[in-house]
């Protein structure tokens, strides 16, 4: 089975520093993955997906994440926070119609 | 295309009483996911369908616990009798047959238990 490692339940940045919420997969079979968002008090929204394209996947309100095989990774990242990305970030595995969620990263931007 | 459809959003209730919750799937996705997301647990996976067969009930938390899914379009998530444990956020989320697609999450029914 695959398990969902994020490193780091809670992250603080600056408004405007570089944003990186860590991932890591268990698996040596690259599988599915992808990032979602849950902002107060709504449901969790589709962030971005990786599907064995582009190693580099954006998605939207500039975030995007970088599959590294070797480091059985996929942090996301960007560049300049912004006070509307406080939210809480999911990452998840899809293997084998099998789907994993990581216990998820809370980020807090700070003014 | 509606999305993950749950109902209802909000449920205040006290205790020992039976909740139901609601769910319509994305139509024509095979799989349907039940959550429960707390402070203290997180996200939950309390039991998933696939073709309206329950596959893994294992997170299901007690047999006061049950859902059914009697056809493709709707799902229930029973409580009986409700305890104030009980207490947290509802997630349904539906899924389509290939892995490469994501999980698609209705708004959640936050439930508080009096």
């Known amino acids: 089975a695959q398990s969902v490692t994020q490193l780091g339940s809670h992250v603080s940045v600056s408004e405007g520093a570089l944003v990186l919420l860590r991932c890591n997969y268990s698996?040596?079979?690259?599988?599915?993955l992808f990032w979602y968002v849950q902002y107060p008090n709504q449901g969790l929204q589709l962030l971005l997906k990786y599907t064995s394209a582009a190693t580099l996947v954006k998605g939207i309100n500039g975030f995007e994440a970088e599959f590294k095989k070797s480091e059985t990774s996929f942090h996301l990242t960007k560049p300049s926070a912004h006070m509307s990305d406080a939210a809480e970030y999911f990452c998840a595995v899809s293997d084998r119609n099998q789907f994993y969620f990581g216990t998820g990263t809370s980020l807090t931007v700070i003014p | 295309d509606a999305g993950v459809i749950q109902s209802p959003r909000h449920e205040v209730t006290e205790m020992g009483q039976e909740v139901t919750l609601r769910c319509k799937p994305i139509?024509?996705?095979?799989?349907l996911f039940w959550y429960r997301q707390t402070m203290m647990r997180g996200l939950e996976l309390l039991i998933y369908?696939?073709?309206?067969?329950?596959?893994?009930d294992s997170g299901m938390p007690e047999d006061r616990f049950s859902a059914k899914m009697p056809n493709a379009s709707f799902s229930t998530l029973k409580i009986q009798p409700s305890e104030p444990r009980d207490s947290a956020v509802y997630f349904c989320?539906?899924?389509?047959?290939?892995?490469?697609?994501?999980?698609?999450f209705g708004d959640g029914t936050r439930l508080s238990i009096l």
């Open positions: 989320a539906s899924w389509g047959r290939h892995s490469n697609q994501p999980q698609h």
């Open positions: 369908f696939n073709n309206n067969v329950p596959i893994d």
């Open positions: 139509s024509g996705h095979d799989y």
């Open positions: 698996s040596s079979v690259p599988p599915y």
